[in-house]
């Protein structure tokens, strides 16, 4: 299965495996990575699943859809690279790549 | 303290969530009335419908958390609680601790339709639903969804095929009466299905297969009742803690008797947003009563005060409401263009919630606002938007 590390909170790295297909979120959430609330499950309404890509991701994702980018000038302390979990897909070219999970999710 | 959890929806799971991650010094058990693991409720009336097998995309408790050493989990329905004694018991087993929580949620309202076979009649509420559902899908071509509510138009867009008429049947004077009619509208623009209010259903005709009603004959061979959710009480007032209209509890969760908690849309508490005692049935009521209760018994209680939202998806179209508004408050269209429609619903000056159709930043400018204090709908108009609004309040 592919894998990409996550940066917890706590600065722990942790390497979780997902299935092409799969969001952020489901992959995260499932491998119980710390700091990710996801209070609507995946529902694009709390901004509570912030998390940073490095810029390896970059040119392997659409940008994020306006109500994604409308949710996440909501995140707190967001940056260019920030995107919500549950609104990223993964696919093979996202094996070996690595994202934070945000500090505070509010 | 040990305590046991009945349930294992979205509250008890945010519960016990909350309490791994506060190193809860006792012991967790769980009663898990369905066969199913932990999952969560929205998407099965959603896109996720279109493939209900896939039911590891709608877990709802992280794998750590769920299989954490401090938590057993009992899958079983329980049928009686001795508060006094702190027991709960199942047909299987009896099980003594030292706090019970009530977190049993509602169940979907039925109707029983003269001539109607039990096998073309659907509600959903659970996973084994949405499957059984999903299964009666080939075969069905005249859909009729009864009830007009966020439930019946979610599943009418989800149903959406070529194949198949979608009909909604309501007994009301129009849909979505929950939200202001200029959401409403926007939200029905894009509907896939037909409607038709002010509908009786007199019975069900097996050989024209529709249903016949004041209207006339409405063709259905699958029938969806969404009319509603009563809550799960009976276990409650078996023992005098619980009422037809959920169970009573104080801003703690904390019911009658000391020793029994209750939390999520089963509780009925003052709602310090319309400062009025209600049931409310959202994730944002499920978790955040399971959070007040958290922190109670992880030793360090807060009051219940947060302000309720909830979404719905509609097809491409996404509701967000902040706040919640009585059925009769009076509405304002704030924002209307090609995309965006933002309403405020208030009673005068005081406004009560904030309804955005594909407007989020509205949306969460309106939880934020919310957070800070009563909004004024004058103030609201003169900003322009909700998110001015927030912005001035900021500088
Ligand atoms: C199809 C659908 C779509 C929804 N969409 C949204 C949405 O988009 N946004 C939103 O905010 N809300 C939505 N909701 C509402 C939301 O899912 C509920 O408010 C929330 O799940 C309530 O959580 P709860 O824990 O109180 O109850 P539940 O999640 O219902 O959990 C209660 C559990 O207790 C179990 N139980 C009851 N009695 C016993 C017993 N005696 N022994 C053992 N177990 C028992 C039940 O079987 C159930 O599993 C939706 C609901 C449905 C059904
Ligand atoms: S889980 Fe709520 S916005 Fe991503």
Redesign the pocket.
């Known amino acids: 299965m592919p894998q990409l590390t996550c940066i917890d909170p706590n600065e722990q790295a942790i390497e979780v495996a997902f299935e092409p297909g799969e969001t952020i979120l489901q992959a995260t959430y499932r491998a119980g990575v710390d700091g990710i609330l996801a209070e609507?499950g995946g529902?694009c309404?709390c901004a509570t699943c912030h998390v940073m890509l490095t810029s390896d991701w970059d040119g392997t994702l659409d940008a994020a859809s306006p109500q994604e980018a409308d949710m996440l000038s909501f995140a707190v302390d967001p940056t260019p690279q920030s995107r919500l979990a549950c609104q990223v897909q993964l696919n093979e070219q996202h094996d070996g790549l690595t994202l934070t999970v945000a500090k505070r999710q509010y | 303290m040990n305590i046991g959890i009945?349930?294992?929806?979205?509250?008890?799971?945010?519960l016990i969530a909350e309490l791994v991650r506060g190193q809860f010094a006792g012991k967790i058990l769980v009663?898990?009335?369905?066969s199913h693991r932990?999952y969560?409720?929205?998407?099965?009336?959603?896109t996720w419908l279109h493939n209900p097998t896939d039911t590891e995309s709608i877990r709802l408790l992280p794998e750590p958390i769920e299989t954490h050493a401090s938590i057993e989990w009992i899958h079983?329905?329980?049928?009686s609680i001795e508060p006094d004694q702190g027991v709960i018991t199942?047909n299987n087993a009896r099980r003594t601790v030292d706090h019970i929580v009530l977190?049993?949620?509602?169940?979907?309202k039925t109707l029983a339709i003269d001539g109607l076979p039990a096998d073309q009649v659907h509600v959903?509420?659970?996973l084994s639903d949405?499957i059984h559902l999903h299964e009666a899908l080939d075969a069905a071509h005249n859909i009729v969804i009864i009830g007009a509510g966020?439930?019946a138009f979610?599943l009418a867009s989800s149903l959406d095929h070529p194949e198949r008429t979608i009909r909604v049947l309501a007994k009301g004077v129009r849909a979505l009466p929950q939200i202001s009619v200029k959401a409403a509208d926007r939200l029905l623009e894009e509907t896939p299905a037909s409607i038709r209010v002010g509908v009786t259903i007199e019975r069900y005709d097996q050989d024209s297969a529709s249903l016949i009603t004041n209207h006339g004959p409405v063709p259905a061979d699958l029938v969806i009742v969404a009319i509603g959710?009563r809550p799960?009480t009976?276990?409650a007032s078996a023992c005098g803690l619980g009422t037809s209209e959920g169970i009573p509890t104080d801003a703690l969760m904390q019911t009658t008797h000391p020793r029994v908690s209750a939390?999520?849309?089963?509780?009925l508490h003052t709602q310090p947003h319309l400062n009025k005692v209600m049931r409310?049935?959202?994730?944002?009521?499920?978790n955040d009563?399971?959070s007040t209760l958290a922190k109670r018994l992880l030793g360090a209680p807060e009051p219940f005060k947060a302000t309720p939202?909830?979404?719905?998806?509609q097809g491409q179209l996404k509701l967000q409401i902040a706040g919640l508004a009585a059925r009769n408050d009076d509405e304002t269209c704030l924002i209307n263009t090609q995309t965006e429609r933002v309403v405020i619903r208030h009673n005068s000056d005081h406004v009560t919630a904030i309804e955005a159709v594909n407007a989020a930043k509205e949306f969460m400018a309106a939880r934020r606002l919310f957070e800070q204090g009563p909004i004024s709908r004058q103030a609201l108009l003169q900003a322009g938007s909700v998110f001015s609004l927030l912005q001035s309040s900021r500088s």
């Open positions: 609507c529902g309404s | 009945i349930g294992a929806g979205q509250a008890a799971c945010t009663f898990n009335g369905e932990p969560q409720r929205p998407p099965l009336s959603k079983d329905k329980v049928v199942t977190a049993t949620g509602t169940r979907a959903i509420r659970t949405a966020f439930l979610e959710a799960n009976e276990l939390i999520g849309e089963v509780s409310i049935e959202s994730i944002s009521e499920a009563s399971a939202w909830f979404w719905s998806d």
